[in-house]
């Protein structure tokens, strides 16, 4: 991958950047997205975030190859600390755990006043970042599903508004858990991941069962969702 030749789903995030964003890309790496966007749209602008020394410098080195230093702020810290308060319009996550994502947001909420979509690409845990969003004043107005490389991955875009608008409130728990437009996009990728989910948990139930402590609550909320996808696989 480089920045004239994104990853599918680091494209696909891209696509839900408008035209003429100030977003900020946190856990940036080399800058790759920030770039791309930018590259393809002269009123973009961009903060690329990294934690981490190795990324951050090569972040440093890929934004002054582009000649996007003008437009593109490269800053080293941990999550939204890189951010001022009201700094920027879109906020971009990819390529962590959902946990990890939900714990940057929560962290940082002071920045976010004026922040009008975050994109979250989660690898794993994608419910854990839907309630989030729910929870905090965004709503769920898009989820993306694609397979790429072996791996299936969801994006979730969520603007400032009615967090209940795309959910069913009679399935809310339901729809948490699978995405509300996934369940009805009902794409390939999506029964993909949904099969390969059922074998997990029917394995873990197996082996919570034959605990010698027996976790009543954890044999509850596995069966539950065993259920729920054979539902949505039948």
Not at 85 to 95: H, L, P
Not at 109 to 134: C, G, M, Y
Not at 136 to 154: A, F, P, Q, R, S
Request: aromatic share 8%; proline share 4%.
């Amino acid at each position: 991958m480089n920045v004239n030749q994104l990853s599918k789903r680091l494209t696909h995030v891209a696509e839900n950047l408008p035209k003429g964003a100030f977003f900020a890309d946190i856990g940036s790496d080399h800058a790759y997205l920030p770039c791309y966007v930018c590259l393809n749209d002269p009123s973009a602008q961009a903060i690329a975030g990294e934690v981490n020394q190795g990324p951050y410098t090569s972040a440093l080195k890929e934004v002054k190859d582009r000649g996007l230093e003008d437009r593109i702020d490269v800053r080293m810290g941990d999550g939204l600390q890189v951010l001022k308060e009201n700094e920027v319009r879109q906020i971009v996550i990819a390529g962590m755990g959902g946990p990890l994502i939900r714990d940057i947001l929560e962290r940082g909420k002071e920045k976010l006043s004026e922040t009008e979509r975050i994109i979250a690409q989660p690898n794993i845990d994608s419910p854990s970042v839907r309630h989030w969003f729910f929870q905090n004043g965004y709503d769920l107005v898009d989820e993306l599903i694609l397979e790429e490389n072996g791996h299936i991955y969801e994006i979730l875009v969520g603007d400032r508004g009615e967090p209940a608008a795309s959910y069913d409130s009679s399935h809310l728990e339901k729809q948490l858990w699978f995405g509300p437009h996934l369940l009805k996009k009902a794409e390939r990728a999506f029964y993909t991941k949904c099969k390969s989910e059922l074998e997990k948990k029917e394995y873990v139930l197996s082996q919570v069962k034959q605990a010698t402590v027996v976790n009543e609550d954890k044999i509850t909320k596995l069966q539950k969702e065993i259920s729920w996808l054979k539902e949505v696989l039948e």
